[in-house]
């Protein structure tokens, strides 16, 4: 049961053959890195003007940029939507206007004011108000004096809060 010479390097060539396989069939992940770190110094550097120097004269090249057409202004008619009229109370804010958008309405004070501070974060002037009638606080992320406005903003924060809703300050 001796190998011979032949054998063993049969073997041998196999061995490495199938070493030379498994190496070269490694993941070009860095190529991959490479590239798209490329593609990212590129879209930086078109974002910004880039100076050319040729021993006779300077060119400054500007990026490329694209226009999207804008679309024409389109006329909502906002006279289905449902409005809530409610005699409330200006807990915390700056005041109302006649519309605003509820985000939200609470039992407790502290859930309201939570609520509050989380829509400030997010940019918005939020304020409370207390409805007496009913005992709840509502929080408005939103107040304008024209139905319009109010709608699109309730629209618009709907992705947020889907039960946004409007409400017509009462008298």
Known sequence: MFIN??????????????????TSCKSQESAYKKA????????????QTVAVTNDAQTVKIA??????????VQTVDVSNEPVRTENVQLISGTGLSAYSVVCGSF????????LQQTLKNKGY???IVYNPAIKFYRVIAVTSNDKASAVQSRNSLRSTYPDAWLLLKGQ
């Open 5 to 22: 010479k032949t054998n063993r390097v049969t073997i041998l060539a196999i061995a490495v053959s199938t070493v030379a396989m498994f």
């Open 36 to 47: 798209y770190e490329k593609a990212q110094a590129q879209a930086a550097q078109n974002q």
């Open 63 to 72: 990026p490329v940029t694209t226009t999207t057409p804008t679309a024409p």
């Open 107 to 114: 039992s407790l004070k502290s859930n309201a004011e939570g």
């Open 125 to 127: 002037s939020a304020q």
